[in-house]
């Protein structure tokens, strides 16, 4: 029998108090992957208040596994059509039901054996997550699979070795042995101060063209102010 959100919820302890209970990233890379994954996503959908961002927080989505704390929760992931607002954990049976959309692992020495095994068959059996990549930002491993119907499969490179992400709506790749965002287009998912950067480069590349017309029409003899 399959319960719905509400039976679920009626079934479970409240969840209002509940902490993540997450270790530490293994190192700076990790740190910084995540980071950089937040930052890009979070300044792309600046404007979006539909979606939450879980950055190494734990999801609780059974009695079993609240009463044994045994899940160490995604590095990253994505639930859509929901409220945006801070949150101490993801708690299914507190969250009508919903699971994330998409998860990112990142691999470690540590982890890598069940990111790849166990991880894998849960997102894809129990939370039937939608998408689900990983990334090592030591070997720089990248994967990743969609679900269909009720088994993962890989999605395929393009011939520079991004994937596609539909949830995203974005490419998931490897610059210089980081993961970035890029768009259809091709043109990758800045963070805020390299946007920033971009924009005081573009007013300043506007003043150049600018003064340089000026120059032209005064040798013209036209007054210019």
């Given at each position: 029998m399959v319960l719905t959100a509400q039976q679920l919820e009626a079934m479970m302890p409240d969840a209002s108090q509940i902490m993540s209970d997450e270790p530490?990233?293994?190192?700076?890379?990790?740190?910084m992957q995540l980071l950089l994954l937040v930052t890009c996503l979070e300044w792309l959908w600046r404007d979006r208040n539909d979606y939450f961002i879980g950055a190494n927080?734990?999801?609780?989505?059974?009695?079993?596994?609240?009463?044994?704390?045994?899940?160490?929760?995604?590095?990253?992931?994505?639930?859509?059509?929901?409220q945006k607002r801070p949150r101490n954990a993801w708690v299914v049976w507190e969250e009508d039901g919903k699971y994330p959309n998409l998860i990112i692992e990142l691999l470690s020495n540590s982890t890598a054996d069940?990111?790849?095994?166990?991880?894998?068959n849960l997102y894809q059996d129990s939370f039937h997550t939608s998408e689900y990549f990983w990334f090592s930002p030591e070997t720089l491993e990248f994967a990743g699979f969609r679900l269909a119907g009720?088994?993962?499969?890989?999605?395929?490179?393009?011939?520079?070795g991004w994937r596609w992400s539909e949830e995203l709506g974005l490419y998931l790749g490897v610059e210089s042995g980081i993961m970035r965002y890029f768009t259809g287009e091709g043109k990758k998912v800045p963070t805020p101060e390299e946007a920033a950067l971009e924009a005081q480069?573009?007013?300043q590349e506007e003043r150049q063209r600018a003064e340089k017309l000026a120059e032209r029409l005064r040798s013209l003899g036209m007054d210019v102010e």
């Amino acid at each position: 029998m399959v319960l719905t959100a509400q039976q679920l919820e009626a079934m479970m302890p409240d969840a209002s108090q509940i902490m993540s209970d997450e270790p530490e990233m293994e190192s700076s890379l990790h740190y910084m992957q995540l980071l950089l994954l937040v930052t890009c996503l979070e300044w792309l959908w600046r404007d979006r208040n539909d979606y939450f961002i879980g950055a190494n927080l734990t999801i609780y989505f059974s009695r079993q596994q609240l009463r044994n704390r045994d899940f160490r929760g995604p590095d990253f992931f994505i639930v859509k059509q929901t409220q945006k607002r801070p949150r101490n954990a993801w708690v299914v049976w507190e969250e009508d039901g919903k699971y994330p959309n998409l998860i990112i692992e990142l691999l470690s020495n540590s982890t890598a054996d069940t990111d790849r095994n166990l991880k894998k068959n849960l997102y894809q059996d129990s939370f039937h997550t939608s998408e689900y990549f990983w990334f090592s930002p030591e070997t720089l491993e990248f994967a990743g699979f969609r679900l269909a119907g009720s088994q993962y499969q890989e999605i395929v490179p393009n011939e520079v070795g991004w994937r596609w992400s539909e949830e995203l709506g974005l490419y998931l790749g490897v610059e210089s042995g980081i993961m970035r965002y890029f768009t259809g287009e091709g043109k990758k998912v800045p963070t805020p101060e390299e946007a920033a950067l971009e924009a005081q480069q573009s007013l300043q590349e506007e003043r150049q063209r600018a003064e340089k017309l000026a120059e032209r029409l005064r040798s013209l003899g036209m007054d210019v102010e």
